[in-house]
């Protein structure tokens, strides 16, 4: 009878060892809450351009209708980061209403400049927002799955968007070489920003 309980008490020491050395490297929480932060401060921030372009366009001309429909696809985005703020528990950027600003003025302003300064600002921004996305899914580990999924199905929208403004000659855009680049730092900048404050 002792030697039984022997091997119960051994067995069950091994299922233990076994399910600790399974365990999967897991994401690190303040790469996670800088990821989701980050996300949905650009994600915001890009339906705000949005916005300031329609605003200027309308929505019911050839234009808007093509804004209108990657402004559809920026709101699906933002909603899905507006429940993983409320999931994994992480504070959204305090720069909201700054990028809230932000946004719409480059929208417009770009709006304001003509069809392909506007197309020009979204090959700018959704560049740089792609290339940001794929860093992303490397620093996400496997406890992460669906988030990676989900990064992966939003940069593959943000390049359709770049090619859209591509199709719409953007880089006929006066001043394209010089506007894009001074975009691209701004964006770069608010993404290093939002991580952290």
């Known amino acids: 009878m002792i030697q039984k309980k022997k091997k119960i008490i051994k067995k069950k020491s091994v299922k233990k060892k076994k399910s600790s050395s399974s365990n999967k490297p897991s994401t690190d929480k303040n790469i996670l809450d800088e990821i989701i932060r980050v996300d949905h401060a650009g ?10 372009q329609i605003a200027i366009f309308g929505k019911d001309s050839k234009i808007g209708k093509t804004i209108q429909h990657m402004a559809d696809q920026e709101q699906e985005h933002i909603e899905k980061f507006n429940e993983l703020l409320v999931e994994k528990r992480v504070r959204p950027t305090a720069l909201l209403p700054l990028w809230n600003v932000a946004g719409f003025a480059l929208g417009a302003g770009t709006a304001l400049m ?17 290339e940001h996305y794929r860093e992303q899914q490397n620093l996400l580990e496997e406890d992460e799955k669906d988030l990676k999924k989900t990064i992966a199905k939003f940069e593959k929208d943000e390049l359709e968007h ?19 680049k001074v975009i691209e730092i701004g964006c770069k900048t608010a993404i290093a920003i939002s991580k952290k404050i």
């Not at 921030?45 to 300031?52: E, F, S």
């Not at 003509?114 to 792609?130: H, L, P, Q, S, Y």
């Not at 770049?162 to 894009?180: F, Q, S, W």
């Open 114 to 130: 003509g069809e392909k300064a506007a197309m020009a600002c979204t090959v700018a921004v959704e560049k740089v927002i792609g």
């Open 43 to 52: 994600e915001y921030g890009a339906t705000r351009i949005y916005d300031g």
């Open 162 to 180: 770049h090619d859209i403004g591509l199709e719409h000659d953007a880089e006929n855009a006066p001043g394209y070489k010089i506007m894009t």
